[in-house]
């Protein structure tokens, strides 16, 4: 079956734009997850959402935010870019949310804010 | 607040060699945790529970409560085992968890 489809793939942005990320998760799966990955801080969490709604939230400022449709499929929206955003964003799905089955991530969203 | 630390950045055995990626957490309920790798040029996978206490690729990982740590062992190390691993704790019990990522550990395998 199909895997976690990030979209998409590179991103160049300018400061201060806005940028729209997409995650499908593997089908069935109801929770996503996204994470921002950099070398100095490593993985760290931003959100996860389950039958639409968020249900955590990691230390981020507000810029950051995120929503789930009907089919699972979640967005993520970073507003007022700034240079230090540019990160592999990655989305991982699980069947349900905080599951002890582990989650299946994507291949990520490279973003770079110049 | 939980945490993951895996005290080696980076790692080189020889082909045939034990090897033993070491993770340490804390957290004040109930752990689960979590091997994450990835390969190059690949996406992060899961590589095994602690939950499910199985043995993947010929890994294994004991989870020690009382010295807390979720420490990954293999008896002998293969070239393909070099990859990025990564120890992860997912919080919140029942709850909708986070996971938590220690800041990983590069395996370099020798022939």
């Known amino acids: 079956k199909a895997g976690v489809t990030q979209t998409p793939r590179y991103l160049i942005k300018t400061r201060g734009q806005q940028v729209t990320l997409s995650c499908s998760p593997i089908s069935g799966h109801r929770s996503v997850s996204w994470y921002q990955q950099t070398p100095g801080q490593g993985l760290q969490f931003l959100f996860e959402?389950?039958?639409?709604?968020?249900?955590n939230k990691g230390n981020f400022p507000g810029r950051f935010s995120g929503r789930q449709f009907s089919n699972s499929r979640s967005e993520m929206n970073v507003s007022t870019l700034e240079l230090g955003d540019s990160a592999l964003y990655l989305c991982?799905?699980?069947?349900?949310?905080?599951?002890?089955?582990?989650?299946?991530f994507g291949s990520g969203t490279r973003l770079t804010v110049v | 607040a939980q945490r993951v630390t895996q005290p080696e950045k980076l790692l080189s055995v020889f082909k045939g060699a034990p090897v033993e990626l070491k993770c340490n957490y804390s957290y004040s309920g109930s752990p689960e945790l979590f091997w994450y790798v990835q390969y190059s040029r690949q996406r992060l996978q899961l590589l095994l529970r602690h939950i499910s206490r199985e043995s993947i690729k010929g890994f294994t990982a004991d989870l020690n409560k009382g010295e807390t740590s979720f420490h990954l062992k293999k008896p002998f190390a293969q070239e393909e085992d070099s990859a990025m691993y990564y120890c992860a704790l997912i919080s919140g019990g029942t709850s909708y968890g986070k996971l938590t990522f220690g800041q990983g550990t590069i395996l370099t395998v020798h022939p």
């Open positions: 959402y389950f039958s639409e709604t968020q249900r």
């Open positions: 991982a799905s699980s069947l349900r949310a905080g599951s002890n089955y582990g989650y299946t």
